[in-house]
């Protein structure tokens, strides 16, 4: 996948009652399926005492990004009345790499299928509002060994391009960095190029 999209800056929660129902609507950035899920999962301990904790979520997948992953569910409320509503926000606002969950207390009094649509979508709704929607490319891992007379040239490369990376230095020296998909091989070809072939080099997701 190349070019940009749009997901949330950052986590966030909004929270509001209806009818005594109290509804928390918690959204966050993630860069794969298992991220999604582990989020998932987090949300669900942290409010095991909840009445439903509903998630939905849109993630790129594969090994470009070439398919969109969407998956809800209404952990126990009527069918369609919880999760469809909450990944239909995510549909309309056109947001991928994001994953939400919504929390319900249970006040008492039954919403019907109309109010519950209308409370889940609204959670999902302001928990993004106050994340903020960004715009954001697609990025990979770039994988990079060598020896320590040609670190110091893959380092200049990689801070003159402002790439994001993490480096260590043991015997050899590996570089781990993130790369816009769209310059991935121009980058690779770059380094290859100043080492003369030496460095070894691994892309990855």
Do not use: C, W
Not at 34 to 60: I, K, S, W
Not at 136 to 153: C, F, K, L
Request: hydrophobic share 35%; charged share 30%.
């Amino acid at each position: 996948m190349t070019g940009s999209y749009a997901t949330v800056s950052e986590p966030a929660t909004a929270s509001f009652e209806v009818q005594g129902s109290e509804f928390l609507g918690h959204v966050r950035p993630v860069e794969t399926v298992e991220e999604a899920e582990e989020f998932v999962a987090e949300v669900g301990e942290r409010y095991d005492d909840a009445t439903h904790n509903v998630p939905a979520y849109r993630v790129r997948a594969g090994e470009d990004g070439s398919f969109l992953r969407e998956y809800s569910s209404d952990d126990g409320e009527p069918s369609g009345s919880a999760g469809k509503p909450a990944l239909s926000v995510l549909e309309g606002r056109d947001l991928e790499n994001v994953a939400v969950v919504v929390t319900r207390y249970y006040g008492g009094t039954n919403l019907g299928v109309g109010g519950l649509v209308r409370a889940y979508s609204r959670a999902v709704k302001e928990a993004v509002d106050a994340a903020g929607v960004v715009s954001r490319r697609p990025h990979e891992r770039v994988a990079i060994g060598v020896e320590y007379d040609d670190s110091g040239t893959v380092r200049g490369i990689i801070e003159s391009e402002g790439y994001d990376f993490d480096a260590e230095y043991a015997e050899a020296v590996s570089f781990d960095v993130n790369v816009p998909v769209e310059e991935a091989d121009s980058f690779r070809d770059r380094i290859r190029s100043a080492t003369s072939g030496r460095a070894e080099i691994e892309s990855g997701d």
